[in-house]
């Protein structure tokens, strides 16, 4: 389930599968003089880097192994099923040797529960977006995010895969500086805010003593 929404956003994202094997499928996007690589990596059992650059070295077809590019411009996302996400502290180190191997390709471990696989069952690339967009189940996972649910395995695959572009409305975007103006409203900041935004840094002197001044008047 995992490896074909995997799929699904790398066609949505441009890239081309051009080879496959059991275990591994290999993909490849040219923008102009860009090109970047994907390998898709089936990884039933945590192997040491040398063995899992070695898989994929060797499974890779000529033409990927004969671009100066491949190496360098490669991600490579490896797929590892856990029975329960607890089991995560059992294959940390080796989780992290993988990551932070510095050979051949940049290496992601993408892995997930049963619960999980069960909580994104039937679900597409496009369904992701929507949830991924979701306050409700943000709020949730933000409050709870060691839970195996929906929001979890979603939000890991775009932390885990960096190529995926996050969606997102322009007419949801709210400006910093409403933002900074509530966050400062509910601090009770609000007369210290509109020092600092009426004095700029061509009279900080003035800012100091204008902050100093309300301080003491405050006190």
């Known amino acids: 389930m995992i490896n074909q929404i995997i ?22 996007r040219e923008k102009g003089s860009a090109i970047r690589f994907v390998a898709l990596h089936k ?5 040491s880097p040398t063995e899992v650059n070695a898989a994929i070295n060797q499974s890779a ?15 490579l996302v490896c797929i590892h099923h856990l029975n329960k996400l607890a089991e995560f ?3 940390e180190e080796q989780i992290f040797a993988i990551e932070e191997d510095p050979h051949f390709f940049k290496k992601y471990i993408l892995y ?5 696989e069960t909580a994104i069952e039937g679900c597409s690339y496009r369904d992701l977006l929507e949830i991924i967009e979701d306050k409700n189940q943000f709020n949730n ?8 649910t929906q929001y979890s395995v979603v939000a890991k695959i775009f932390i885990k895969l960096p190529f995926l572009e996050l969606p997102f409305t322009r007419e949801k975007l709210v400006s910093l500086r ?8 509910e601090e009770g900041l609000d007369d210290t805010y509109a020092t ?16 100093i001044d309300n301080e003491l008047e405050n006190s």
């Open 43 to 47: 990884l039933d059992k945590l192997s």
């Open 178 to 185: 409403l933002q900074a103006s509530e966050a400062v409203s």
């Open 141 to 148: 996972y933000k409050n709870d995010p060691l839970a195996a």
């Open 196 to 211: 600092i935004q009426k004095l700029t840094a061509n009279n900080i002197d003035e800012l100091f003593k204008e902050l």
């Open 112 to 116: 997930y529960s049963d619960t999980e």
């Open 61 to 75: 077809p000529d033409s990927f192994l004969s671009h100066p590019t491949f190496r360098k411009n490669c991600d």
């Open 7 to 28: 799929d699904e956003a790398l066609i949505a994202h441009e890239f081309v599968r051009e080879h496959e094997t059991a275990f591994t499928k290999f993909y490849r």
């Open 89 to 91: 502290k059992d294959h």
